[in-house]
């Protein structure tokens, strides 16, 4: 069983839209730590951080923020990175690949356990 918390999950989806994580840094991720029930990570171009409430398989972010520095093509990825977390109700895990979904069920962002 591949555990949630105290990981890297690097975006790989976002909606319907396919993100290929860069090559020369690990781009948009989150990691859920468990001891502070505290999530990490990046937008793809600022660092995000921010609280989180695990129960069985429902989830959800909150007080979630970011740095505010100016990027790239990326500013946009990360506005909607953002917003799509906060629409997490639900999470479930195939193999090394995370799904979380809204209310309706549906995938809203898909994420890939880096390799530790």
Known sequence: VVAIEDRTWVLTRLGEQVITPPKE???????????????AGSGGCNRLMGGYTLKG???SFSQMASSMMMCDERMEQEQKFLLALAEVTHWDIAGSTLTLRDKTGK??????????
């Open 57 to 59: 398989n429902k989830l």
């Open 25 to 39: 840094f690990m781009g948009a991720h989150l990691i859920l730590m468990s001891k502070e029930q505290r999530v």
């Open 107 to 116: 995938s809203i962002i898909t994420l890939r356990a880096e390799k530790d």
